[in-house]
Nanobody, 126 residues
Framework: VPRLEESGGDSVQAGGSLRLSCETY?????????MGWFRQAPGKEREGVAR????????YYASSVKGRFTISQNGAKDTFYLQMNNLQPEDTAMYYC??????????????????WGHGTQVTVSP
């Protein structure tokens, strides 16, 4: 069964950094997919954070994280990362890895998500 497993969530102070990882299992070749990250804070709507088009490594970001977060992938295209720098309390959320079938550049679109991970918690204290 295809699945995504996130790791790397933690509690940090404002200004700190974390790197989230998303390992893929039984997904097949992801070359023609986009991989991305969503987040959801308590009481708030789910928000698209970043995406990467696996084939050419094009990246796309929400304006709220651009310049602070970086999405990347390993050479085998089976593990994906979200490097998060200068974290702020408003970044506190559950972060979910996703596989996306089309429209990589619409980071907030959910209709094209074909697979979700279970999430990893990021907590940023002031």
């Amino acid at each position: 069964v295809p699945r995504l497993e996130e790791s790397g969530g933690d509690s940090v102070q404002a200004g700190g950094s974390l790197r989230l990882s998303c390992e893929t299992y039984d997904t097949g070749d992801l070359t023609n997919f986009c991989m991305g990250w969503f987040r959801q804070a308590p009481g708030k709507e789910r928000e698209g954070v970043a995406r990467i088009y696996v084939n050419v490594r094009s990246t796309y970001y929400a304006s709220s994280v651009k310049g602070r977060f970086t999405i990347s992938q390993n050479g085998a295209k089976d593990t994906f990362y979200l490097q998060m720098n200068n974290l702020q309390p408003e970044d506190t959320a559950m972060y979910y890895c996703v596989a996306v079938s089309y429209n990589c550049d619409y980071v907030n679109e959910q209709d094209n998500v074909v697979l979700w991970g279970h999430g990893t918690q990021v907590t940023v204290s002031p």
